[in-house]
């Protein structure tokens, strides 16, 4: 049974950080992908960051330069650095897995793939 579990949201002011974490359990899969996505009230869900079991990232072009994501050392912890933060990425973050899936070089492939698991989110607020 796979289970992902976010921490981390909080409220911010403008220009500020929040580090988000996803803590993976029942992900056995040797190539996966694992995602950040957000979505704010009354727009689409949206895919901010992907990291593959290569180690390849992409992220959307709204967050670039902002935000990181990486894994911990155990690969079963998922996490995501916010810097300069804006209230435009005042959104309800969730985590997600997906063992069919891979980062794609210059494409947005992985930002928009349909993820099989998913966490229950966590609120960031940016003011």
């Known amino acids: 049974h796979v289970q992902l579990v976010e921490s981390g949201g909080g409220s911010v002011q403008a220009g500020g950080s929040l580090r988000l974490s996803c803590t993976i359990s029942?992900?056995?899969?040797?190539?996966?992908?694992m995602a950040w996505f957000r979505q704010a009230p009354g727009k689409e869900r949206e895919g901010v960051a992907v990291?593959?079991?290569?180690?390849?990232?992409t992220y959307a072009d709204s967050v670039k330069g902002r935000f990181t994501i990486s894994q911990g050392n155990s690969k079963n912890t998922l996490h995501l650095q916010m810097n300069s933060l804006k209230p435009e990425d005042t959104a309800m973050y969730y985590c997600?897995?997906?063992?069919?899936?891979?980062?794609?070089?210059?494409?947005?492939?992985?930002?928009?793939?349909?993820?099989?698991?998913w966490g229950q989110g966590t609120q960031v607020t940016v003011s």
């Open positions: 997600a897995a997906d063992d069919l899936c891979e980062v794609v070089p210059d494409t947005p492939y992985a930002l928009s793939f349909e993820y099989n698991y």
């Open positions: 029942g992900f056995g899969y040797s190539s996966y992908c």
């Open positions: 990291i593959d079991s290569g180690g390849s990232t």
